[in-house]
């Protein structure tokens, strides 16, 4: 009797803990599908540097297996802040205005934005953000909440700096070559990337404007 005990201690240790622990969780990341080069969807499939870094870190997690959804970011703040989705990915800490999104990962990398504006804007050195671009015309991908920091934010809502907001990365470029606005705010990484497409265009060759960088907005970790 008391081998008995012995051998079903030994079963439920050893073989209970197995089962339970060798169990694969699925995780879907939410993410934005027009953020290149970071995360973007082409032909069908979600790829980009997160998208990369994450799949590398899952190796590391055999208990998870992570899958990829992309959306756009708007719909994707929406049904994080719903309590729909579980994870999503990039982000900024965001600890003071959502408080919904709890907790975050260590940071994947680190991102800057810049301010990219038309030549005869920086025909004068603006190197102070964001007291040197008032009056000017601003433009941002949707729902990038906190791009360009509270001074900036406070400037608009005063109607000191005109600010709008357009789907993608492509369209706030052609609308500056346009003349339309005076200024983005761009992950740096992202401008560079988008502007090897956009220079073999017709909206680049024939514009009167060439673009140049401005002012570092911030750099900040991402999650």
């Known amino acids: 009797m008391r081998n008995n005990v012995i051998s079903l201690l030994i079963f439920y240790f050893l073989f209970i803990p197995f089962q339970v622990y060798s169990k694969v969780t699925e995780v879907t990341i939410w993410v934005d599908g027009n953020y290149p080069p970071y995360s973007y969807e082409e032909n069908g499939k979600i790829q980009g540097i997160y998208i990369d870094v994450m799949q590398r870190i899952s190796q590391h997690m055999p208990d998870y297996h992570i899958s990829f959804e992309s959306e756009p970011w708007k719909r ?4 994080i802040e719903k309590g729909n989705v579980v994870a999503f990915a990039p982000l900024y800490y965001h600890g ?5 999104v709890w907790p975050y990962s260590l940071p994947i990398m680190e991102e800057s934005v810049i301010s990219v504006c038309r030549n005869d804007v920086l025909a004068k050195p603006r190197p102070n953000w964001p007291d040197d671009y008032i009056g000017f015309g601003r433009c941002s991908g949707l729902g990038y909440d906190g791009y360009g920091g509270k001074k900036f934010r406070q400037y608009v809502k005063n109607h000191k700096i005109t600010f709008i907001e357009t789907k993608t990365v492509e369209q706030n470029i052609k609308m500056l070559l346009k003349g339309r606005v005076d200024c ?15 220079k073999k265009s017709n909206v680049y060759s024939q514009s009167k404007y060439q673009l140049v960088e401005g002012a570092t907005i911030s750099t900040d970790d991402v999650y």
């Open 76 to 79: 994707v703040k929406k049904e």
């Open 96 to 100: 003071y205005d959502w408080p919904y």
């Open 184 to 198: 983005y705010m761009i992950s740096r990484l992202t401008y560079a990337w988008v502007m090897k497409k956009i």
